[in-house]
């Protein structure tokens, strides 16, 4: 069973397929320029006619496959509710709420299935487009061999290390980063990544180091470098930053919002702090800073969390199956 699946690099969404690429057999990816949804038509020349089934992210989905192929659309994100306009540019507003719904729209009728990565994104999709249809939920998967914990650390005193991970952006709070900095006391070291995508600019603030884009490969390191995942997030689709720092047995500082309450359990394997609150997210690391068994216990609880309901070998599984069942129900008259 060739599946072919047509995505844009950088990002989760592509991390997502390309562990799918991976470890499915006989699963194609075939990147793109992310330059190239300006003019979403361009896609079409990564399509495959020969493809037994065809898997893309929901928002250009309809430009991926053939007339008769069967098309999975997937949600990793939700863009079109007041929510996720109120963090966006006039220009991503209108986009959004213009050509971008229309071509979601159109997916949604002509796929075979609709799998979406959380149960949040799976409501939105019902309450927002008034979807009738089934949403197959599978949460995105994380390699536990690749991510694990860090040893002992000894009792060598040392500063706080607060890590902020993914593409710095409004939506991932990123902003709101100085001035939580700003509130903290105390000895302390915090870094951020750059993100797949390498688009945004800097964390401006005296006490933020960058790290730099960093690979998928070299991220359990930088995991395990750290005390305390901060993400302090307007929306997540599902949250594969904190999945993978939970994986490494770290304690996690983020927003009550939208799909984060699936992954961490407030008070057992981290603090969930009002959306933008500089000083409650400052408080929540305080808390973590002056108990160190407690970040002990509560990135030992998201390693078995992880583990349990959260891993690739589930996600693999879980859309080896999905993609079976589409065969197994496939229509032999189909036009490829």
Not at 125 to 139: Q, S, W
């Amino acid at each position: 069973m060739h599946i072919h699946s047509p995505i844009a690099r950088g990002g989760g969404a592509f991390v997502v397929h390309r562990m799918l690429s991976r470890g499915l057999p006989h699963y194609e990816l075939a990147p793109y320029n992310p330059w190239l949804s300006l003019f979403p038509p361009l896609i079409m020349q990564y399509r495959n006619r020969h493809a037994a089934v065809v898997h893309a992210p929901v928002d250009y989905s309809v430009f991926c496959a053939h007339r008769g192929q069967p098309l999975v659309s997937t949600f990793h994100g939700f863009t079109f509710d007041a929510g996720a306009r109120r963090h966006a540019t006039l220009l991503q507003a209108i986009h959004y709420g213009t050509d971008l719904r229309w071509f979601v729209q159109a997916a949604l009728r002509r796929s075979a299935m609709i799998t979406a990565v959380s149960d949040f994104l799976a409501r939105r999709v019902r309450e927002e487009f008034a979807y009738p249809g089934n949403i197959h939920v599978i949460h995105n998967g994380v390699d536990v061999q690749a991510f694990t914990p860090a040893g002992a650390r000894g009792d060598a005193p040392r500063p706080l290390r607060i890590l902020f991970a993914g593409n710095p952006t409004r939506h991932k709070g990123a902003e709101l980063v100085p001035a939580i900095l700003d509130r903290l006391r105390g000895d302390f070291e915090f870094v951020y990544t750059g993100g797949l995508a390498n688009r945004c600019g800097p964390i401006r603030h005296e006490r933020a180091v960058a790290l730099g884009p960093v690979g998928i490969e070299e991220m359990p390191g930088v995991y395990r470098s750290a005390d305390v995942l901060l993400a302090p997030s307007r929306r997540e689709g599902f949250g594969l930053a904190i999945a993978e720092a939970m994986a490494c047995g770290l304690p996690v500082v983020a927003t009550d919002c939208s799909a984060i309450p699936e992954l961490v359990e407030h008070g057992r394997g981290g603090i969930l702090c009002p959306m933008d609150n500089a000083q409650a997210f400052a408080d929540a690391i305080h808390a973590l800073a002056d108990a160190p068994a407690l970040r002990r216990d509560m990135g030992a609880h998201n390693r078995s969390r992880v583990e349990e309901k959260f891993s690739l070998e589930r996600m693999l599984r879980e859309y080896r199956e999905l993609f079976a069942e589409i065969m197994d129900r496939r229509s032999p008259g189909a036009e490829g």
